[in-house]
């Protein structure tokens, strides 16, 4: 990766700065895919234990073609409504708290918020490493700035003071 006109130092720096942009955009991906697996299952959850709670209220206590919609769909007897009743409970009741550790450890390792974070820090990181590239804004040393004296800096200088502000500000964006 040799670019014409550029130090073997600034090509290093940039070379440095695509590697940390690499790793953000992985770092990226597996978080969202955590995020996504966690957020689908804690929602699949919630679906179950309410499709469990409602067919233990339209269960009843045995077959009545009259009675309530499982009654009337399903024949079982008095004493296997009484089974399914009690299997149906122990999952209304152990359903929710699984949902609850769940939703307490996708919160407490925040996927979606480092997801962000990765995004806008390989984001930002571009848009250095593109600025740096075409010496432009803050890199751009080589005019007069408001209220600045005229600094007679030389190419190899002004090229070093370039780049200290783009490692300085790459390693910002590392350090957050």
């Avoid at 206590?61 to 009654?71: A, E, F, I, V, Y």
């Avoid at 390792?109 to 593109?130: G, P």
Wanted: glycine share 4%; hydrophobic share 45%; proline share 2%.
């Amino acid at each position: 990766f040799d670019e014409h006109g550029k130090t073997d130092a600034e090509t290093h720096v940039v070379f440095n700065a695509w590697n940390l942009h690499a790793t953000l955009c992985e770092n990226a991906k597996t978080l969202r895919r955590k995020s996504v697996i966690a957020q689908f299952l804690i929602q699949a959850l919630a679906i179950v234990t309410t499709v469990f709670a409602i067919s233990i209220s339209s269960l009843g206590t045995g077959h009545d073609p009259q009675g309530l919609l499982l009654q009337r769909i399903f024949p079982f007897d008095v004493e296997e409504t009484k089974v399914i009743h009690l299997y149906l409970g122990y999952a209304v009741l152990i359903l929710p708290i699984v949902t609850a550790l769940l939703t307490t450890m996708a919160s407490r390792r925040q996927w979606r918020d480092k997801w962000s974070v990765c995004i806008m820090a390989a984001s930002q990181l571009t848009a250095e490493v593109y600025k740096f590239r075409m010496m432009v804004l803050e890199y751009d040393n080589s005019k007069e700035k408001e209220g600045d004296k005229v600094d007679v800096l030389g190419g190899k200088d002004r090229a070093r003071v370039s780049r200290n502000l783009f490692v300085a500000r790459i390693q910002a964006l590392y350090t957050s």
